[in-house]
């Protein structure tokens, strides 16, 4: 059964700093090209950042770029989104999505297999 689960999430101040962690069982992590994605209820979800499968060519929203780093360690079969100077606008549910074979533009639709999302709060 495939499954992905992210690790992390919960409260911290603007400026602060927070890591999440994405493992994956099912399959082989290291096949499989990983991105975080982000949702705030009413608005429209944003591919926040994504990484191919062997680490290379991450990508990054504009809105993150410079503050977060995508990163991953296939022998730890784990994936990793270092998120610092966080803000309040990155408050959202942010999700761990896997998928192969079509490693791109950093877009939800690419994506097969998705975890269940961990809460992120940054407050002023």
């Known amino acids: 059964q495939v499954q992905v689960v992210e690790v992390g999430g919960g409260s911290v101040q603007a400026g602060g700093f927070m890591r999440l962690f994405c493992t994956a069982s099912?399959?082989?992590?290291?096949?499989?090209?990983f991105g975080w994605f982000r949702q705030v209820p009413g608005k429209e979800g944003e591919g926040v950042s994504c990484i191919s499968s062997r680490g290379r060519s991450p990508k990054y929203a504009d809105s993150v770029k410079g503050r977060f780093t995508i990163s991953r360690d296939n022998t730890k079969n784990t994936v990793y989104l270092q998120m610092n100077s966080l803000k309040p606008e990155d408050t959202a549910v942010y999700y761990c999505?896997?998928?192969?074979?079509?490693?791109?533009?950093?877009?939800?639709?690419?994506?097969?297999?998705w975890g269940q999302g961990t809460q992120v709060s940054v407050s002023s």
């Open positions: 999505a896997a998928q192969r074979g079509r490693f791109g533009l950093c877009v939800d639709r690419d994506f097969d297999y």
């Open positions: 099912g399959f082989t992590l290291g096949a499989y090209d």
